[in-house]
Every structure is written in C-alpha cells, then in structure tokens.
C-alpha cells in the first residue's frame, strides 16, 4: 500500500519532542520492565532499591521482543512510506531468526515458521490459523504498535485503525488483539496530540477513547453486544475518580497479563494514574512514576511498561525520559532515528495534500 491519503481537514504538525519521547518511552519500558517479568508481585522494597541501583550501573539493559517487532514497524513504514505487509512480515521474520531469544511469546514462532517456509506469499494465513483458527489474543500486536501512531498523526481515525489493525493481523487475529493495538495506537495518537504537558483532562482523554472503541466493538449500537475494551474503560474512569485503588484490585479488574485485554486497559491507567503522585512510589518525575508504577503490578511487566512508556513519552516529550535510562538502555539511539525519521515521512505527506 503506498502512503495513505492525509483525510484530516486541517493537518497539524506534530512536535518531533514528543515523536522522539514516544518511541524512546517505550523502549526505557520495555528494557527496565523486563528484569520484573513474569513477577506475579512485585515488591515495593525491591522495585525501589532495583531503580536506585540502577543509577550507578553502567551495563546496558537489553530489549525483548516487544522493541525488536517495534523497530520493524517503525523501518517498513518509514522505507516504504506506508504499509507495506508482506516487507513488514519478513521483516518480523528476518528479526526473530536473527535473534530467537529475544523473549517472543510461546506460540507465534509457528507463525514465524510458515512465514519464512512461503515466502510471505499471504501474509495474513499463518496468523489466522493459530489456536484451532481463532488466533492469538496475546498482547504482541499492541506492544509493538506505537511507531503507527507516528506515521498516522494526521490520518482519519478509520485509517489509523485500518492500519493498526493490518500490522497486528500479521501475527494475530483474535478480535481481543486487534482491538488492543487499535487502543493502544489510538492512545499513543491522543498523547502525542495533547500540547499542555502539564494538564490533561483524563475524562476527555478516556471518552476519546471510548468513542473509538464503541465504534469498534460495537457500531450499531446494539443492545447487550459484548465491548469488552468499553467496559474496561468504565472501570479505568471509575478507578480515576477513587483516592486510591489497591494494585491488587488493578490487576483483578483490569489486568496485568500478556492477553491483549489483560493489559492495554491496563497500561493506559498507569499512564493516567501517574499524572499524579502515587504514595508508594516517591518519584517527581511523572513519566518515571509511569514506568515504575507500571511495573510495580507484576506480571507482564516489559509490554505492560513499553506500552504505558510510549505514551507518557508521547505526552511528557523526551526532556522527561532520564538521560541515564536513556544511556542504558539498549536501542534508545535507533528509536530517536526512527523518530525523527517518522516525522519525517508525516511533514512530507502533510506537504504532498496540501
Ligand atoms: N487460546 C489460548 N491461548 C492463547 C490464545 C488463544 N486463542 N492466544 C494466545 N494464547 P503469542 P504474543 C496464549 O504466542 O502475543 C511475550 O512476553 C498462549 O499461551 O501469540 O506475541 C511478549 O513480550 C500463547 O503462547 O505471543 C508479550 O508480552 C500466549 O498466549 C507476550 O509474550 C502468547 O501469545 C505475548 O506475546
Ligand atoms: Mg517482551
């Protein structure tokens, strides 16, 4: 698919501060998440001793695969000025047999593995074929989507989550993860959109959303028709309006897994829970409260951080990612590239629908 038509009646240039802030908010998520993983509770102690060592160390914290799929969407959109599937696919593919190790989830090397044996001839058919044809729900679709909501800032909300929903279908197809990546997608997109660092109106931040969403899970407005990602919205909202929620009431309600559902609610409250202070984390800086309280709830703790990074980076801009993590952290260099390159690509289609 060559570039997608700029539809926006007025286009608007995006700040590359935050461009920069959302690619490398999610990698600094996804390496210092990953020494937490798979943790079903994390210590306060530890979580606060780990990051207070983590000052001195000068040993480079490495990515997983949330960041390795991440850099092959943001390098296809950016060498072939739009979605190109199949470039994607074999990019994904080349990346994995490159580095197996990476912490891939347990089922989608199947995918890998009919991808590389037919050339990606359909890039769509591995996907759809997983679980019995239902298709992963896994959360692997929405970790690494971020670098879309860069190329698509000023897309049609219907192209945007076209998009999205075209770069997770290569690996999964459950409806769960189509709608996490659009979530996730569209969230990093209202992020890098909101221009006061200092005060954002959550309500109107989950109701855009919401909007999205229902449109999504269910447009005609029927009634009783399961909108899961709605549903957890609600919650999300409720939860903003308490004093304070018990992680473990978080993570029963909205999740901290690596099921798409089970997590991208998830990481957009500790984005917008962050906004303040969080009494067991002492930290000023909002977008590193953001990543430590994200990773204080356990589980899936490397996507559920990349995730809630992308954003907070998107919002706060790249002056608030710590200039150590962005030091030790394997891959920050690329991402300000692939940044600067993305924004790049959005000025030029801008220019060319003008
Ligand atoms: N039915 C049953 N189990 C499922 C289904 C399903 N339809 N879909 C997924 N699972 P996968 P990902 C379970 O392999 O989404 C890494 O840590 C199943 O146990 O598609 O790319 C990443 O960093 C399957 O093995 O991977 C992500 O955080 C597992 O979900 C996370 O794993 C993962 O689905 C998911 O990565
Ligand atoms: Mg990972």
């Known amino acids: ?73 943001a390098r296809s959109l950016v060498e072939k000025k739009g979605l190109d599937v199949k470039d994607m696919a074999s ?12 912490g891939y989830g347990g089922s989608i090397a199947a995918v890998f593995s009919k991808l590389e044996k037919s050339g990606c001839s359909d890039p769509f058919l591995p996907a759809k074929e997983q679980f019995d044809g239902q298709g992963s729900f896994g959360n692997g679709g929405a970790m690494r989507i971020s670098p879309t909501a860069l190329y698509g800032y000023n897309l049609s909300e219907e192209e945007l989550n076209k998009v999205s929903e075209d770069i997770t279908r290569i690996t999964h197809t459950h409806p769960d993860a189509l709608r996490g990546a659009q979530l996730q997608c569209s969230a990093v997109r209202l992020a890098l959109r909101e221009t006061d660092t200092d005060h954002l109106n959550t ?115 790249l002056d608030r990612v710590p200039q150590h993590w962005q030091d030790i952290c394997e891959g920050v260099p690329d991402a300000v590239s692939y940044a600067k390159q993305l924004h790049t690509l959005c000025s030029d289609l801008m220019d060319s629908h003008k």
């Open 91 to 102: 990019r994904f593919v080349s990346e994995f047999y490159k580095e197996p190790d990476r």
């Open 203 to 317: 309500n109107n931040f989950i109701q855009k959303l919401r909007t999205t969403m229902k449109q999504l899970e269910n447009p005609q407005n029927l009634d009783n028709h399961p909108q899961p990602y709605c549903d957890k919205l609600d919650t999300i909202e409720e939860f903003l309006k308490r004093d304070s929620v018990d992680c473990s009431e978080v993570v029963e309600c909205l999740g901290n897994d690596i099921s798409a559902l089970g997590s991208v609610p998830t990481a957009i409250y500790c984005f917008l829970r962050s906004l303040k202070p969080v009494d067991y984390i002492p930290k000023e800086n909002p977008f590193e409260r953001t990543i430590l309280y994200a990773i204080s709830l356990g589980g899936d703790t490397d996507t559920i951080a990349t995730m809630a990074g992308a954003m907070a980076g998107a919002y706060y801009e």
């Open 1 to 73: 698919m060559a570039a997608t038509v700029v539809r926006n009646a007025r286009p608007v240039s995006p700040r590359l501060s935050k461009y920069c802030g959302a690619l490398v908010g999610a990698v600094v998520g996804d390496c210092l998440g990953a020494y937490f993983e798979c943790k079903r509770h994390v210590k306060v102690d530890e979580l606060l001793n780990h990051f207070a060592a983590l000052d001195s160390v000068r040993k480079e914290q490495q990515f997983t695969d949330d960041t390795a799929m991440a850099r092959s969407v």
